[in-house]
C-alpha cells in the first residue's frame, strides 16, 4: 500500500530532496503504510528528530517536519488546543505548528480524506498514552461520525466530542452533514452538550439535512429556548421539506410559549402534509392544545385519532387535570380501563392528581391498590404523589404511611410529608420532619421553608418562624408572604405592615391580600382600608379583596359602607366566586353550591338541614351572619347562611353514610365563621367526625372542637 502526500510543503519551509523524493506528478509516496506509520510513531515518542540546514535562507537551523510528522501533528493539536495543554507538547510539534498553518492542513486533508481513516484507528491501539486523544477516541465513535450513527452521543463529555469534531474537521468533512451528524446530536441534545457548540457546527453546513434542522430545533426546545426553535422552523421551511419528525418538536415550542393562533398554523401544516394519522404529531397537539387551555380542541384531536397508544390518554387525562376538570379525567380513565390500555406512571400521576383535586379519598385508595397490583415501583415520584393525594384528601395518617414504607425520599418527598403535617395542624410534627430531613442529609429547599413557615403559622409559632426566616440565605417573595401570614394570625398587624414595608422586593398584591385577611379576622378597619388600597393599585379587580373589607365593615356594624363596597363592585362587574363544596359518596362525587337545589336528593337534603338547624337552635347556637355580602333582612340573611354549600353536602354526608362514618368535605373557599362554629356543633350532636379542606388549611371537627382552635 502507498500513502500519498502532498510534497509541496509551504513556502517558508524548504524541501529537502534526499529524504522526500520528488514524484512526477507533484507527490511523494512512502515506501509502505508500516513505514509510514513507524516515522509517526518515532516522532511521537519523541525520536527521529532530524535538523536539516536551510541553505537558501538566511537564520538559525530549524527543524523541518516530513509530512508525514505533520500529518500527525495535525491529527493532535486540536486535542492538546482543547485541553490547554499545548505546553505539553514537544518543541518539535510546536515549532510545526508554528511553521504550518491549519490552512494547508486542512487544504492537503481535503485532497486526501479518505487516506489515513484505518491510520487513525492504528495508531490510537498502538499508542498507550493515555493524554492522546487517539487513545480516548475509539474506532467505533470516528466511524459512528463518519457513518451518521449515534455512537458519538454515548460520549460523557463535550471533550470527547470535540475530540471526534476534530477528526472530522481533519478530513475536511465538517461540510457534510452526514459526517457531523452524531457530534451536532450530543452537543445539541445531550445534558452533558453545548447548545452553542451545536449551534456553530450546524451554522458551518452548507446544506444542513432535515436531520440537522430537527437536531437543533429539538435542542433548542429542550434547552428552554423555543423562541429560537420557531425562529429556525421558519428558515427551514425555505430550504428542505419538513418530515414528521419536525412538527412534535415545533408544537412543544408553541406549548412553551403559548402561541395558540401559531400552534393552530402548524396543526394545519400537519394536516396539509397527511400526518392526521401521526400518533407522534397528534399526541404533541393533544398536548399542547391543553397546556395553552384549550380543552375543546385537545378532545377534539385524541377524539378523531384513528389509533390511540398509552401517550395519547396520558395526554388527555392530563390535559383535562391541569385545567381543573378532574372529574372529566376519572371519567377518560375509567373508558381507558374498559379499551383495556394499560396505563402507565405518567397516567397514573394525572389521575392520582385527579383524585387529590377532587378530594377522593376511596378512588384514592383504589387507585394506590391498583398500583400495587399492577406491579408498579414505589419510585420518588409515585410515592409523593400518593403522599400529597392522602394528605389532600385529609388522610394524613395515609401520608405518612406512604412516606414510611418508600424506598427512596428525595426533598420533594420530604417537603410533602412537611406540607401534609402542616395544613392539618400538627405544626410541631411538622417542624420535628424538618429537622429529621436535615439529619438525613437532605438538603431543603425554598418550598421546604415554604412549608415550615406554614407549619409555624397554623400553629402561631411565631418565635420558630422567625427563626426560620432568618436561615433563608436568599427569601422568595412566598417567604415573606408566609411571614406576613404568621404575623397576621397572631395579630400582630402592624409589625406585618411594616415588614412588607421594608421588604427588599416588591410585596405582590398576594402578600398585601394576605394581611387584609389578617384585617378581617381582627375586625382592622383602619388598616384593613388602607391595605385594600395597596391592593388596588396591583390587582384592582380581584373580588376576594372586595369580599374581605366587606366583611370588616359588617363585623363593625358599619353597614353604609359594606353596602358601599357591594354597590362599587355592581359598578366595576365583579362578582362573587360562589362558594362549592365536593364530596365522594361511594364512587361518586357530588358538588353543591350555596343555594343550589339542582341535587336529585334536594328534598332529602333539605329536611336534614331543617332539622340540624333545629337540634343547632336547641342548644343555643345564634347563625353569625357578618360575612353576608347583601344590605338585607336579619332573617334573609340567616336563610343564606344556612343553605352554605358546606352545610349542605355535610347534610347529605348524614343521609348518605352509615352512622359513626367520617365525613369529608372540599371547598373552593375560606369556610366562614357561621358554618366553622355550625360543624363544630354537629360534630357533637351527631357524633360524627368531619373533615373539611378549604382554601388555606384543613379543619377537623371532632366532639365540638376543631384542630385549628379557633386559629385560622
Known sequence: MSVFVPAQLPMHIPACAAHEPRHSQGFCACDSFTELMAIMHRIRNGSDRRRRGMSNMDGPELWVPTMAEMLWASLTAAWYEQHGQTSSMSSGCQQLLRCSGPVWLLRAFRRHSGVFSSSLAASSSSSSSADSPLAEASQEQIVGVFSGTNACPKCTSMSHAFQIHAQVVKRAMEHDPIAVRGVLLFSSVSPHGSLSYARSVFDRIPEPDVFAWNTMIRGYVNGDFPSDALSLFSSMRRCVSIDHYTFPFVIKACARLLLVQKGQEVHGLSLKLGLSSDVFVQNTLVNFYGSCGEVESARQVFDEMPHRDVVSWSAVIGCFVNNGLAGEALELFQRMQVQAVMPDEVTMLSVIAACASLGALELGKWVHCMLVRNGFEMNVSLGTALMDMYSRCGFVEGAVQVFVEMPMRNVLTWTALIMGLAVHGHSLYALDAFSRMKEAGVEPDGVSYVGALSACSHGGLVQQGWEFFNSIKEPTVEHYGCMVDLLGRAGLLDEAYRFIDRMPIEPSAIVWRTLL????????????????????????????????????????????????????????????????????????????????????????????????????????????????????????????????????????????????????????????????????????????????????????????????????
Not at 608 to 622: D, F, N, P, Q, Y
Not at 627 to 636: G, M, P, Q, R, S
Not at 646 to 668: C, P, W, Y
Not at 672 to 683: E, F, G, I, L
Open 517 to 712: 385577611g389578617a384585617c378581617a379576622n381582627h375586625g382592622n378597619v383602619l388598616l384593613g382600608e388602607a391595605v385594600r388600597r395597596k391592593i388596588g393599585e396591583l390587582d384592582p379587580d380581584h373580588d376576594g379583596d372586595y369580599v374581605l373589607l366587606s366583611n370588616i365593615y359588617g363585623a363593625m356594624g358599619r353597614w353604609n359602607e359594606k353596602a358601599g363596597v357591594r354597590s362599587l363592585m355592581k359598578q366595576r362587574g365583579i362578582g362573587k366566586e360562589p362558594g362549592r363544596s365536593l364530596i365522594e359518596i361511594g364512587s361518586a362525587v357530588h358538588e353543591f353550591v350555596a343555594g343550589d337545589t339542582s341535587h336529585p336528593q334536594y328534598e332529602e337534603i333539605s329536611k336534614m338541614l331543617a332539622v340540624m338547624i333545629e337540634r343547632l337552635k336547641a342548644t343555643g347556637h345564634s347563625p353569625k351572619t357578618s360575612d353576608v355580602l347583601f344590605d338585607i333582612e336579619e332573617e334573609e340573611k340567616e336563610t343564606i347562611v344556612a343553605y352554605h354549600s358546606e352545610k349542605l353536602a355535610v347534610a347529605f354526608g348524614l343521609l348518605a353514610t352509615d352512622e359513626g362514618a367520617t365525613i369529608r368535605v372540599v371547598k373552593n373557599i375560606r369556610i366562614c365563621r357561621d358554618c366553622h362554629s355550625v360543624m363544630k356543633h354537629v360534630s357533637e350532636i351527631f357524633e360524627r367526625e368531619i373533615i373539611i379542606r378549604d382554601r388555606n388549611r384543613f379543619h377537623h371537627f371532632r366532639k365540638g372542637s376543631c384542630s385549628c382552635g379557633d386559629y385560622w
